[in-house]
């Protein structure tokens, strides 16, 4: 079982930057796949960045160019920057752990971008 706690989350004007965290409770950190999900009210969960155990990124088009997804093996958290945020960024952030289709998720964070 892998226990993931977002933080970061909160309320930023448009233009502003945000840093999500996702700190995971196991000691096999490095082999998972690790991603960062979002869900808008009304909206399906949507993909927004993953990293894989070999430090390869993928984005959606929507945080393309503004958003960086990273992970720090010693601390077992990943982190999501993100920059130059819209309105239509509004939703609550999930981190997500992929080991060969056996996933966690977190609770997610909130983030409220104003315009």
């Known amino acids: 079982q892998v226990q993931l706690v977002e933080s970061g989350g909160g309320l930023v004007q448009a233009g502003g930057s945000l840093r999500l965290s996702c700190a995971a409770s196991?000691?096999?950190?490095?082999?998972?796949?690790m991603g960062w999900y979002r869900q808008a009210p009304g909206k399906q969960r949507e993909l927004v960045a993953t990293?894989?155990?070999?430090?390869?990124?993928n984005y959606a088009d929507s945080v393309k160019g503004r958003s960086t997804i990273s992970r720090d093996g010693a601390k077992n958290t990943i982190y999501l920057q993100l920059n130059s945020l819209k309105p239509e960024d509004t939703a609550s952030y999930y981190c997500?752990?992929?080991?060969?289709?056996?996933?966690?998720w977190g609770k997610g964070t909130l983030v409220t971008v104003s315009s």
């Open positions: 997500n752990a992929d080991l060969l289709g056996v996933v966690y």
């Open positions: 196991t000691i096999t950190f490095s082999i998972y796949t």
């Open positions: 990293i894989t155990r070999g430090g390869s990124t």
